[in-house]
C-alpha cells in the first residue's frame, strides 16, 4: 500500500463489529467535503435541524464543531452517543433560522455584538456547479427562509455584479443583521448553561494541527474583520468560543473547557477494524475499515481511507480520499 506511512493499520481485529449501537437504521456516511466558501452557514444543504441533545448523565459535552467535517457531525449528532450535544443546526424560520433575539424588546438583537455590521455577504448565496439538483433545490429554499439573492457560481460578472447590489440592499434593509439570524446563538447559549448546571466537561473541536488558534476576545467579535478567515476553526465557532472564553474568565472553572483536534475526533468515532458500506464509485460493497489517516489534513482531499471488500472473489482493495470517501457503517 502506497500510503502506508501515512495510515493507521488494521491489526486483523474487527472492534467495530460488537458495538451494541451498530443498527441497520443507524448508518453513518462517511462523506468528507470540503466548503471554505461562505457564508458557510447556508452551505450545509445536506444537514437536518438539530437542535442538540444535553443528556442528564452524560460526562462531557461537545459544544462547539467545525461543520465542514460532515461524517464527523453526522456522528455527532447521530442519537447514538453517550455524551452531550450542545451545537445545533437550523434549516426553517420555525427551528429559528433567520430569527433574532433581543435581550430587551427594543434593543438590538445579538448579532450587533456577535457578528457587528459587517456580514453582507449573508444575503448573497452563490451555488457552485457541482451542486445536484435536489442540493440546489435544498440551498434555494434555505435563501428564501433568510432572504438572501442567489446566484450560480458561473453567472457573468454583470449579473454578480446585480445580484451582490441586491444583496448589499436587503443586508440594508434588515439593520445590517447576519441574515440567518441570531436565535441559534442564544438556544446554543441555553444549551451550554444547562450542561454546565450539570457539571459536564465541555469540549471545543478545531480544525487539524490548529488547536486553539484563531480565537477572537468576545468585545472584538464586531469589530474583527472576518470571522471566516479560516483560521482554527469555522467562523460561528469564533463567536461561540469567545463566549466560552468569556464565560470561563467571568464564572470560574465551571466553564473551563478541552480544545480538541477534529482529527482525535473522527478516529474515535471511525475504528479501524469496522465493517463499513463503501462506494467505489459504481456501486456499494460491504468492506472493511483498514486505513485511517494518521493525520486528516486541513483539506479533506489530501486524507486517504482505505477499505476493503468482504466479497470473497474479489477482496476488491481501494482508497479513496477524505473528499471523496463515501462509507457507512453496514
Ligand atoms: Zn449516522
Ligand atoms: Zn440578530
Known sequence: MEEENDMD?????????????????????????????KPFILERSEYETYRGHIREGAEECYVSFPGRYVSGWDAL?????????????????????????????????????IYGERSFFSYLLVLPGTLT??????????????????????????????AEEEARKTWNENGRVAS?????????????EEAVKLKQRLKVVFFP????????????????????DDIGCEGDQKC?????????????????????DVTDFLKDEFKVGGDVDAFD??????????????????????AKWVVQSQD?????LWSSSSQTARLRWQ
Open 9 to 37: 493499520q488494521a491489526h486483523g481485529s474487527a472492534r467495530g463489529t460488537s458495538k451494541p449501537w451498530k443498527k441497520h437504521e443507524d448508518r453513518c456516511h462517511l462523506r468528507f467535503t470540503a466548503r471554505t466558501n
Open 77 to 113: 449528532t447521530s442519537e447514538r452517543q453517550n455524551y452531550s450535544v450542545a451545537c445545533l443546526f437550523l434549516c426553517t424560520p420555525e427551528d429559528g433560522l433567520g430569527q433574532h433575539y433581543r435581550e430587551e424588546a427594543s434593543g438590538p438583537c445579538l448579532c450587533h455584538t
Open 133 to 162: 439538483d435536489d442540493e440546489v433545490t435544498r440551498r434555494r429554499e434555505i435563501a428564501k427562509h433568510v432572504k438572501a439573492v442567489v446566484i450560480r457560481e458561473d453567472a457573468t460578472p454583470e449579473a454578480r455584479q446585480l
Open 180 to 192: 440567518w439570524g441570531c436565535q441559534g446563538f442564544q438556544d446554543w447559549k441555553e444549551n451550554v
Open 209 to 228: 494541527g490548529q488547536v486553539g488558534q484563531g480565537k477572537v476576545a468576545w468585545e472584538d467579535l464586531r469589530h474583527e474583520l472576518d470571522l471566516w
Open 240 to 260: 461561540e468560543i469567545a463566549y466560552l472564553d468569556k464565560m470561563w474568565k467571568e464564572k470560574g472553572d465551571d466553564w473551563a473547557y478541552d480544545s480538541v
Open 281 to 302: 464509485g459504481q456501486q456499494w460493497w460491504n468492506g472493511t475499515l483498514l486505513g485511517v489517516p494518521k493525520t486528516v489534513p486541513k483539506d479533506p482531499r489530501d
Open 312 to 316: 470473497s472473489k474479489s477482496r476488491k
